[in-house]
């Protein structure tokens, strides 16, 4: 009996990470745009991209690689890269140069299949132009995706003007997000006192 249930934890232990619906429904997502591009989202790459999805900020390679490893499931650091390299190759994550860190392409994964010409996963032509810009917190390292058409139209002028093959753009801003803004002014918000004249 002691043998079946060790047997029985060790191959629980094996099995991939289990997820929430909702980031279920994402990878389902992200599985059928990789078959559109007759790519393949393997059960790694799924894994990875999903600890990616459930993250409050961004992760780091060597975090994932921790999240992944079992006592009887050890992965080498190449395995996380390479799952990477494909999930940003396809359009769903996005490294943030600052932080060394990864963070999933909300357009594309919330908004399901919402094809926005400004926002495109084809990376072979500048007219479909995966575009990704961030506001990026300082104090609490939160992340905000935002997709401003007019930032891309600017760029694309430039890089016309200086006869430049645009492939790719990444945009990181770097500041105080509203909560964090709020704490670290909050005596700026108390009413001053009025100065009284003293009389003559």
Request: net charge neutral; hydrophobic share 35%.
């Amino acid at each position: 009996m002691d043998h079946d249930f060790c047997r029985a934890h060790c191959t629980a232990r094996m099995t991939p990470t289990e997820f929430s619906p909702a980031t279920r429904a994402q990878l389902d997502r992200a599985d059928a745009l990789c078959t559109e591009q007759g790519a393949r989202l393997t059960q790694q790459r799924r894994e990875i991209l999903g600890l990616i999805l459930d993250a409050k900020t961004p992760v780091g390679a060597y975090d994932l690689l921790e999240k992944i490893k079992t006592p009887d499931r050890r992965p080498a650091p190449p395995t996380v890269y390479r799952a990477l390299d494909f999930l940003l190759e396809h359009g769903l994550i996005h490294r943030i140069e600052r932080l060394s860190a990864f963070v999933p392409c909300t357009h594309l994964l919330h908004d399901a299949h919402a094809h926005n010409p400004d926002h495109c996963h084809n990376h072979d032509h500048e007219t479909c132009l995966h575009t990704a810009q961030f506001l990026i917190c300082k104090s609490c390292k939160s992340v905000t995706e935002i997709a401003e058409s007019s930032v891309l139209t600017t760029l694309r002028s430039i890089c016309r003007e200086q006869k430049f093959a645009m492939q790719s753009a990444s945009i990181e801003v770097i500041g105080l997000c509203a909560t964090c803004a709020a704490k670290e002014r909050p005596a700026s918000n108390a009413p001053r006192k009025q100065a009284t004249s003293s009389p003559s």
